[in-house]
């Protein structure tokens, strides 16, 4: 489907995740991160980062993995991105969701 | 849009390495969601939460069909023990983390941890034998309080 969002067009898919990563940029990011109830910090952007940069290098997607990764604590995760922080960090990312249980 | 659970509560009554494992991966799962989960550690469950035992949870190997090999095999000395470590390599390839690991991302994602009072006083254990992160000692009837809001569901397993 199609949604328009910071005067742009995107293509989503039913959970509105970006179908097209090529499609993002950091402004979009910012108006999904609205959409979510949440503020994007610096903070919040070294998150996002992390996720594309995994996603670019087709690194599956875990909580674990982000706890191991450095960049956050899980506690600090769950902080900055409240109920479900790894589907609303990857919508918020342009990346599809994860299919991890962990 | 989206799920109308907002709460789990999950009884953990048992000792092998599958159930603890159902337990947390349940728990995880509902946090990863947005939804809120607690964990009752009773009877046998309570060695996932003693700090000298939750790494040494074992599958059951004996009286287990899930298995598929002869009971008499099962029960064999060192069969418990390998299947274990071939299911904790399996779990491992997974991404998925040792109990005491799990319990760590479990506390930091949220999800609180509970010990049965009855349980704990039956099997004689102290507040230093259970885990750090433990959230209190708590009866049957203190759990159920836990469940206060609606879209609360408790699972026994």
């Not at chain 1, 949604?3 to 108006?31: C, H, M, P, R």
């Not at chain 2, 109308?4 to 599958?18: C, G, N, P, Q, R």
């Amino acid at each position: 489907m199609k949604k328009v969002i910071a005067q742009k067009e995107i293509d989503i898919n039913e959970e509105g995740y970006l179908t097209d990563f090529s499609q993002w940029s950091k402004e979009i990011g910012s108006e999904l991160g609205k959409e979510q109830g949440i503020e994007m910090t610096d903070k919040h952007w070294e998150v996002i980062d992390f996720l594309q940069d995994k996603h670019q290098k087709e690194e599956a997607l875990s909580v674990r993995g982000i706890k191991k990764s450095g960049v956050i604590n899980i506690k600090e995760f769950y902080d900055l991105f409240p109920g479900g922080p790894l589907k609303k960090s990857t919508l918020i990312a342009g990346i599809p969701k994860p299919k991890s249980c962990i | 849009m989206g799920t109308k659970v907002k709460k789990m509560l999950f009884i953990l009554s048992k000792a092998t390495i599958e159930n603890a494992y159902a337990a947390f991966v349940m728990a995880n799962g509902a946090r990863m969601e947005g939804i809120e989960s607690e964990i009752f550690f009773t009877f046998f469950g309570l060695e996932a939460i003693q700090k000298k035992k939750l790494e040494h949870l074992h599958v059951a190997t004996v009286g287990n069909p899930g298995m598929h090999i002869p009971t008499m095999l099962g029960g064999l000395p060192g069969m418990e023990a390998f299947a274990t470590k071939m299911m904790k390599r399996e779990m491992e390839k997974l991404d998925m983390p040792p109990i005491g690991e799990f319990l760590e991302i479990l506390s930091d994602s949220g999800c609180k941890l509970w010990a049965c009072k009855l349980a704990v006083d039956m099997f004689h254990l102290k507040e230093e034998d259970l885990i750090d992160d433990l959230d209190g000692i708590l009866t049957i009837g203190d759990f159920y309080n836990r469940a206060d809001q609606e879209g609360t569901q408790l699972l026994f397993i």
